[in-house]
C-alpha cells in the first residue's frame, strides 16, 4: 500500500505541474508560431535575401567564367616574348646610338643639322604624316572593299582595283613628284601621295577577306533572320578581320617608308635628316635619320602586330 500510494502522489503532482504550467507554455508556443508566421525575414524560405541570392550567384558565374576565359585567352595571345623582345632590342639600339652621340666629336655642320629640336620636330611631323595617311587610307579602303564585294558593284571591282595598282605601280618619288605639278608643295601632298601609294594593300586584302567567306556561313545568318548589315557586321566583318589587319600593318609600314620621301617636296620628316646627312656629306646626320627610320618602322609594325592578335576573333585564334 505505501509504494501505491507513493506512485499515485507523484502522478498527481506531476499532473498538478502540468495544469499549473498548462496556458503559460500554450501561450508562449503560440506566441511563437505567430510572431514566425508574421516576419518574413525569420523564415530562410522566405527570406528575400536567401531567395535572390542563388539567382544572383547563377547569374553572375556565367559572366565571371566569360571574363576570365577572356583574360586567359589575351595572356596567351600576348606572350612576355611578343611585349618585351623587340622593344627591348629597340631600346638597346637607341640607347646606343645616344652613347655614341654624346662622346663623339661632332664639327659645327653636324652639330647645326642636329642643333635644338630639329630631330624631335623631324620625328613629330614623320609620326603625324604617318598617322594622317593611314587614317584617310583606312576610311577610303575598307569602305569601297567593303562596297566592291556587294552584288550592286561587284562588277566595278576590276575598275577600282586598276586604279588602285596604279599608286604602287608608279615609283613613290615619281607620284610625289607628279602629285607636286597639280597641287603644290608641303606636307599636305606628302600626305596625299602616301595614301595613294598605301591604299592597294588595305583595299585588296578588305576585298580578298570578305570574298573568302563561306558562302554557307553567310546563307546560315540570313536563315535565322538577320539583315543583310546583321550579317555583314556580325559574320563577314569578324571573319575577315585577320586579313584587313593584316594589309592595315602593311600600309603602316609603307607610310613610314614613304614619309622619308617627303623631305624632297617641302613635307618635312626624317628624311631631311637623311638627306641633309647626304648632302653636306655628314655620317652622323645620315646614320642618325637612319637609325630612327628603320626603329619607327618596326616599332609601328610591332603596335599594330599587338592589335591584331587582341581584335583577333576568339573562333579564328587556330588560324594563322
Same mark, same amino acid.
Given at each position: 500500500m505505501s509504494g501505491s500510494e507513493t506512485e499515485e502522489t507523484k502522478d498527481g503532482t506531476r499532473d498538478g505541474t502540468a495544469d499549473e504550467q498548462g496556458p503559460e507554455g500554450t501561450a508562449a508556443g503560440t506566441a511563437t508560431a505567430t510572431a514566425t508566421a508574421g516576419d518574413p525575414a525569420a523564415d530562410p524560405a522566405t527570406d528575400p535575401a536567401n531567395s535572390a541570392a542563388p539567382a544572383s550567384d547563377s547569374a553572375a558565374g556565367p559572366a565571371a567564367s566569360a571574363e576570365l576565359a577572356a583574360g586567359e585567352r589575351l595572356r596567351d595571345r600576348l606572350t612576355w616574348q611578343k611585349l618585351t623582345v623587340l622593344p627591348g632590342v629597340l631600346a638597346l /639600339? #637607341? #640607347?646606343g646610338t645616344w652613347l655614341w652621340f654624346r662622346d663623339a666629336q661632332l664639327d659645327t655642320i653636324t652639330r647645326n643639322a642636329l642643333a635644338g629640336d630639329i630631330v624631335l620636330l623631324r620625328l613629330r611631323d614623320h609620326v603625324q604624316m604617318t598617322a594622317i595617311s593611314t587614317f584617310f587610307v583606312l576610311i577610303i579602303a575598307i569602305p569601297l572593299g567593303i562596297a566592291l564585294t556587294r552584288p550592286l558593284l561587284r562588277r566595278a571591282t576590276p575598275v577600282a582595283m586598276s586604279f588602285a595598282n596604279l599608286g604602287q605601280a608608279v615609283p613613290s618619288l615619281g607620284l610625289l613628284v607628279l602629285l607636286v605639278f597639280w597641287l603644290n608643295i608641303g606636307q599636305n601632298t606628302a600626305v596625299i601621295g602616301m595614301v595613294v601609294y598605301a591604299v592597294l594593300p588595305v583595299l585588296a586584302n578588305t576585298i580578298t577577306g570578305l570574298r573568302n567567306i563561306d558562302p554557307g556561313l553567310t546563307e546560315a545568318a540570313k536563315g535565322i533572320g538577320m539583315s543583310s548589315l546583321g550579317v555583314l +557586321?556580325? /559574320?563577314?566583318?569578324?571573319? &575577315? /578581320?585577320?586579313?584587313?589587319?593584316a594589309g592595315v600593318r602593311n600600309a603602316l609600314v609603307l607610310n613610314v617608308g614613304t614619309a622619308t620621301l617627303a623631305t624632297f617636296?617641302? %613635307? %618635312?620628316?626624317?628624311?631631311?635628316?637623311? &638627306?641633309?646627312?647626304?648632302? +653636306?656629306?655628314?655620317?652622323?646626320?645620315?646614320m642618325l635619320g637612319s637609325i630612327l627610320t628603320v626603329a619607327l618602322a618596326l616599332l609601328v609594325d610591332w603596335l599594330a602586330s599587338l592589335v591584331e592578335l587582341v581584335l583577333r576573333p576568339r573562333g579564328l585564334e587556330g588560324t594563322s
Open positions: /639600339v #637607341l #640607347l +557586321t556580325k /559574320v563577314e566583318l569578324p571573319l &575577315a /578581320v585577320p586579313l584587313i589587319l617636296i617641302g %613635307g %618635312g620628316g626624317l628624311g631631311d635628316l637623311i &638627306a641633309s646627312g647626304i648632302t +653636306t656629306q655628314r655620317m652622323p646626320v645620315l
